[in-house]
């Protein structure tokens, strides 16, 4: 079985249905039943503990959840097993001791997308890492680390994007720049999921918010609730 | 297949990160090194005891030296959280682990090779008559270190106190690799050499169950 | 609990039943005398301690499948419970080769495996000890019990055709061989007697770690 690395993106949703997650006696998530729609750019607010961070390693399929299901609708195989999101979660998860061109060869190469070399110059050029490509990882900046990082999940052109607290590490200008990449990659098409705290250049790009409390869902812009009061609760 | 060749490429992570910085390599040869120096500090050996004796303490020395040296393997991992890159990468988790399985015996062997050398001038046991037959022991015995290290690796690097559980999982169950290697080396080296294939087999039958254990339950142990 | 104290009584009434049997029902033999006797209880344990841990084995794939946390608590029962009889075993066997044979250990084959095999049923619950979280826990020392069961043939394997090279006392000259009509009797009640106080004390183990598992549940409910 090979999972699909479609060049064009082909619009794919996200759906949760009665996640659970629990960690010994404690319930991460609880019957989270969520559905996201194709292209849809949405905004998971909530405090620390409040099962963000599960919730989108459970999308990623890093972590198995303890019940419940999760399928990709719209993708040319719905079911999770085919489906590979690209995910930009709190670790860079790329190697420090590589240079960012060796990294994004590697994550292309094990994607099975085609030319990988050229791609890799592709992202490289475009999160403005191309000067020092050759340069290991462990010499970058933060700033620089969050775009290797983006660039990581976006090797393999994904139609769903999870991004676990975005602008973490950002100067103000990175965060522009974030915001100008997120907005171009959503308006590709793809679907993006991404865990915020507040309202901000990116809060801005969601077309919809969601709210967790205690792992589980307490909030909806989509039943109701105004955007502004979903992120602005979360403060932590 | 997609399987090899993701394993290849795997593969070529861990031996470029690996020669980069020759950390493991160097500390692991030191280490065999000093291991052999001091058993013959402790034992005394004169040259016939050095042939019953000596390919022994060469596959305890492999094997302590084994165990620290697979320590890193999924640690290494945890910094930056590559392990979930990785499995989001992949197909087939089982290529993680075929790829650092199969670094981890061309490191083994590698620091063996190096020592071999030593070891013969040490002990004075001569290990050229026999050569070929010694390597394929060695190799049998350092892949199946490596099938069984690698998979405890994962399982202590979720563990605490790791540095000393790692030893304690997988020493126990490396028993039988030591008894016949160690077994099969003595005779190869004997002033009459017989080669045991019976201790060859079973090193191989070794390899081949739990190569097919971890086959079956390698992503298990990478679940989060 | 009804249930429980009557398997109990049982068990305590045929391991009583099955000691008499040993001490007064069977022949006096004819070469070791009295101490020959503790061979009836050295086998049934062994027995009791090999099913005890299959038990383990198999609990550790259902837990791997299911993911059902009683699996778990059956696995880590039969273990203790196995890992108590193996101690018996190492126990009785110098306690009968010392009269004997004049020694406190004897390197024979099964009491060399049956140590291995002690060592690696305390790693599976160390490696217990050192991971905190219950699911995780049973996970990962699952993993590590399936790869420790498939390795106690190997064990068992190498150290009989390996290991025997220097002539050493057998400890049993194997159950059943050569054994009067009423040693066979006397041993198989034993044996049986054994299976039933094991599976009792399993029972009980069972028992005391679900009722950890309910008080663990009651208080994170609690301080939630």
Known sequence: MTATTATTLSPTGLRFENIDKRYGGLLALRRVSLEIAPGECVALAGRNGSGKTTLLRVAARIVRPTAGKLSFPGAANEAATHHRPGYVGHSTMVYDELSAQENLILFAKLQNVPQPEARAEELLREVGLYERRGSLVRTFSRGMRQRIAIARALVHRPSVLLFDEPATGLDPLGIAWLAQSLGDVNRRGCTVLMSLHGESEISALATRAVRLDAGAVVGDTQTGASLRSILTFAGA | ?224 | MLKRMLLGAVAILLVIAATYGSFYVAPTERTMGLIQRIFYFHVASAWAAMDAFAVCFVCNLLYVWKRNAKFDWLAVSSAEVGLVLTTVVLITGPIWAHPVWGIWWTWDARLTSTFVLWLLYVSYLLLRTLIEEPDRKALLSSLFGIFAFLDVPLVFGAIRWWRTQHPSPVIMGGPGSGLEPTMKKVLFFFVFAMHVFALFLIVERYVLEKLKNDVDVLQREAEA
């Open chain 2, 1 to 224: 297949m997609a399987l090899f060749s993701n394993t290849a490429t795997l593969l070529g992570k861990e031996l470029r990160t690996e020669f980069r910085s020759r950390e493991l390599l160097t500390t692991t040869v030191v280490f065999i090194l000093v291991v052999l120096i001091l058993f013959s500090f402790a034992i005394n050996p004169t040259s016939e005891e050095s042939r019953e004796y000596g390919p022994g303490l060469l596959w305890l020395a492999i094997l302590f030296a084994a165990s620290l040296m697979l320590q890193p393997c999924f640690l290494r991992e945890q910094g930056n959280d590559t392990l979930s890159s990785l499995r989001l990468a992949v197909d087939d988790p089982f290529a993680i682990f075929l790829a650092k399985l199969i670094a981890n015996t061309l490191f083994l062997l590698l620091t063996e090779l190096l020592m071999l050398p030593l070891f013969a001038a040490f002990y004075n046991i001569p290990i050229l008559p026999k050569l070929h037959y010694l390597l394929l022991v060695l190799f049998l015995g350092s892949f199946g270190i490596s099938v069984v290290g690698t998979a405890l690796s994962a399982i202590s690097a979720q563990a605490r106190m790791r540095e000393l559980l790692l030893p304690l999982l997988l020493l126990p169950l490396l028993t039988p690799v030591l008894v016949v290697s160690a077994t099969v080396s003595v005779s190869l080296l004997d002033r009459e050499p017989v080669i045991q294939w019976k201790g060859i087999a079973f090193l191989a039958v070794f390899d081949l169950v739990f190569l097919t254990a971890l086959w079956i339950f390698g992503e298990y142990l990478l679940e989060e």
